[in-house]
């Protein structure tokens, strides 16, 4: 049986940033996963931390909007998620290109 929307999940001292954010969010690793377009396989190795993120601008935003939480409020840890880009950009930079109309999430 899955989840309701409304759980709350039980954060641990040892989850790493990206699993706090999830629980926060009431959000399964599924549900993240859908949220910004990647394989709950990826969400896991995540937080199991056997790599780190990377994203698109696009996921950048919809992973912040799904955990609640703005970019340039992201743990200092997170501050580091590498964009799936050629060119390097400054975390402002990239504030400035993600900061457009919100994206709907879709409910899990």
């Known amino acids: 049986m899955r989840p309701s929307h409304n759980t709350r999940y039980k954060i ?3 989850d790493n940033e990206i ?17 910004i377009g990647i394989a709950v396989s990826t969400i896991r190795r995540w937080e199991q931390g056997k790599c780190e993120p990377t994203m698109q601008v696009w996921q950048m935003k919809a992973f912040c909007e799904a955990v609640k939480v703005k970019f340039e409020e992201l743990p200092q840890s997170l501050s580091g998620f590498r964009q799936k880009s050629t060119r390097k950009e400054s975390r402002t930079q990239v504030r400035q290109r993600i900061d457009t109309k919100p994206l709907k999430i879709a409910e899990t």
Do not use: P, V
């Open 19 to 35: 699993t706090k954010l999830r629980k926060n969010a009431s959000l399964t690793q599924e549900g993240l996963a859908r949220a």
């Open 12 to 14: 641990k001292d040892t």
